[in-house]
């Protein structure tokens, strides 16, 4: 579920600059989240799991935290029953979390199943961290454990999603320093782009800027 539900974003007036909506994007998994654990699916489907992609992992303490409060009070009289588990514990079990960029969230991590923690560098949307992904990601990893650290960062992911790509590369040639060794050729400066450019179409030349303001692509934006 990439950031959420996909249904809506939090927005808090159609006047605010879009910089609030990117702020609040996560509070959208947390709606996610909240409908998932509320809902049958997971305590019907045993075996079914949900990934919460780009959604971050700081806010999930506090909100399972809430929402076992709230069943512990409530659920005599909503009829939510979860046997003799708490819904914590099913999102642990079954819900597969993401983060970017979240040294809370890796500092709060004896709070999640480490085994459910993945980490991306969301190329190539603005908010990734790429070309410099790994320093970002060790800069709150540096003090984590290994094989933590290998969990997070691939062995999770492979697991999950039943990839293997040493299968076909060997390990030794996947690291960082390899990579970047084989693509030294490949020029990774950022480069900043204009609102003003242009682009070539089969009619001539169109404004990017136009483009992005035409009534057909906000609606996808």
């Known amino acids: 579920m990439h950031l959420g539900s ?52 700081g806010w999930i303490p506090y909100a ?25 514990q099913v999102f642990k079990d079954r819900i597969i979390t993401c983060f970017i960029d979240d040294a809370f969230g890796v500092d709060s991590r004896k709070y999640l199943n480490i085994d459910n923690i993945t980490w991306e560098c969301d190329y190539p949307h603005s ?24 969990k997070i960062t691939h062995l999770n992911a492979m697991k999950h999603f039943s990839y293997d790509p040493f299968s076909v590369r060997p390990r030794e040639n996947c690291t960082v320093e390899a990579l970047r060794a084989e693509a030294s050729d490949v020029d990774t400066s950022l480069v900043s782009r ?28």
């Open 127 to 150: 908010d990734s961290t790429w070309p410099t992904s790994p320093e970002a990601c060790m800069k709150y990893l540096a003090d984590v454990p290994d094989d933590e650290i290998n």
């Open 64 to 88: 399972l935290e809430r929402i076992d409060y709230v069943y512990q009070h409530h659920h005599k009289w909503t009829g939510q029953d979860f046997g003799d588990m708490l819904p914590s």
């Open 6 to 57: 996909s249904s809506q974003l939090v927005i808090t007036s159609v006047e605010a600059p879009i910089d609030v909506m990117i702020s609040l994007q996560p509070m959208n998994m947390v709606q996610a989240a909240a409908d998932l654990l509320w809902s049958p699916i997971l305590r019907k489907y045993k075996d079914l799991h949900f990934a919460l992609s780009e959604g971050g992992i």
């Open 194 to 221: 204009s609102r003003g450019q242009t682009e070539q179409n089969d009619e001539g030349l169109v404004s990017i800027t136009s483009m992005m303001n035409s009534p057909l692509l906000k609606g996808d934006s």
